[in-house]
């Protein structure tokens, strides 16, 4: 094993892990919400996004028609996901 690239590894195995939690939450929310049921608060619901899962909250959202009226969500995720992929871009430049 090549253990220079280990931490390059570790951090896409960390992006996978939380955009499919991301996507999984998203999901469960939506299912609790037709329900009627115990829901998954806003705030765990961006937080997920801050963490690195932007992209998975994101295609929750799209593929589950969740959230998409609230203008936090609908404008804010994609804004989080732009400022995360600047903020890589800007790491591996310099």
């Known amino acids: ?27 469960w ?7 009627g049921t115990r829901r998954v608060r806003e705030a765990t619901l961006l937080l997920l996004a801050v963490l690195g899962g ?5 295609l929750g959202m799209c593929l589950f028609r969740h959230k998409t009226r609230h203008l936090l969500f609908s404008l804010g995720l994609p804004l989080i996901l732009l400022a995360q992929l600047l903020a890589a871009a800007a790491l591996l430049w310099w």
Not at 1 to 24: D, H, Q, S
Not at 54 to 58: D, K, L
């Open 54 to 58: 932007s992209a998975g909250a994101i």
């Open 29 to 35: 929310d939506k299912f609790a919400a037709r329900r």
């Open 1 to 27: 094993m090549n253990w220079e690239k280990l931490p390059l590894y570790l951090g896409l195995g960390y992006l996978a892990c939380v955009n499919l939690a991301a996507f999984a939450v998203y999901g």
